[in-house]
């Protein structure tokens, strides 16, 4: 079922590569601000088209990383839990955050361990899928847990590469997933083939242009233009795929989805 979804993404007006906090970023290699910031308006057009809401969060100035919005918290049943960032060189998005949800008039706790958001908890059916070994903490799964009042289902990333849930497991409906395997630990892996025996199993070549860090509304699913099997694979199991090329976020480890946080009234 699609039905019309709320996101909350930051222009990335102050967007730069300028420290390395994940092996996709090179801050002696040449970005361009300018192109980030059309790719991204181009993403929220898509967003707009499709129907759904887009708030907008202002940019602060020396934090580059703000645009990605789905690291600001996770908000289900308009109760938004914060987030306590694992670098220094973010922690002050926590705040800014946080502020917003709470303009916005939601509830908001913050976390007393690690917890990057949405990066790493995502929400699929009733379950929240929770990542930890890069990022979000083991510890912060059990907080998330009381807060939101869901069943938290923790999942061992292993690879750097795939340092947040978000970037090896997209969240596609009610009842399915797509993902990359190797990017968990054995165990994990049979977890997710235990919950979700129909997932559509991602190649490393889609993972690689962050083909997995997309955005679902249940059918339409808003993913890195380059994941070319990645979207053949989604169109034959039922869904819509619409490629967007974000590629310059990418320079920092990012793809549409982190520039996406859903707000859930
Ligand atoms: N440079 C950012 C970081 O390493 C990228 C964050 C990507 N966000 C995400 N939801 N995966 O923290």
Redesign the pocket.
């Known amino acids: 079922m699609t039905a019309k979804r709320r996101y909350l993404m930051c222009r990335p007006t102050h967007f730069a590569v300028t420290y390395r906090?994940?092996p996709?970023?090179d801050p002696t290699a040449p970005y361009d601000n300018a192109l980030a910031v059309s790719q991204w308006e181009n993403l929220r057009k898509v967003f707009l088209e499709l129907g759904h809401t887009v708030d907008l969060i202002d940019p602060l100035p020396g934090l580059p990383?703000m645009v990605?919005a789905?690291?600001g918290g996770t908000i289900i049943d308009g109760r938004a839990l914060g987030v306590q960032?694992r670098?220094a060189e973010?922690a002050d998005e926590a705040p800014a955050y946080a502020d917003w949800f709470r303009a916005a008039g939601f509830e908001v706790e913050m976390p007393k361990h690690t917890n990057?958001?949405?990066?790493d908890i995502l929400l699929s059916g009733d379950l929240l899928l929770a990542g930890t070994g890069f990022?979000t903490s083991h510890a912060s799964h059990a907080e998330t847990q009381e807060f939101l009042r869901r069943p938290v289902i923790t999942l061992q990333l292993v690879d750097p590469a795939y340092?947040?849930l978000?970037?090896a497991l997209c969240v596609l409906d009610e009842t399915n997933i797509a993902y990359l395997p190797s990017a968990f630990s054995p165990g994990s892996q049979s977890v997710l083939r235990q919950l979700f025996p129909n997932a559509i199993i991602a190649t490393p070549e889609d993972a690689a242009v962050l083909g997995l860090?997309a955005v679902s509304d249940g059918r339409n699913v808003v993913l890195p233009v380059q994941a070319v099997q990645l979207a053949e694979a989604l169109r034959k199991g039922g869904y819509h795929p619409i490629g967007v090329d974000v590629s310059e976020l990418r320079k920092?480890?990012?793809g549409p989805?982190?520039c996406t946080l859903e707000v859930r009234s």
């Open positions: 906090i994940n996709w970023m990383d990605f789905a690291n960032f670098d973010r990057e958001g949405e990066g990022r340092y947040h978000d970037t860090n920092a480890g990012g989805k982190c």
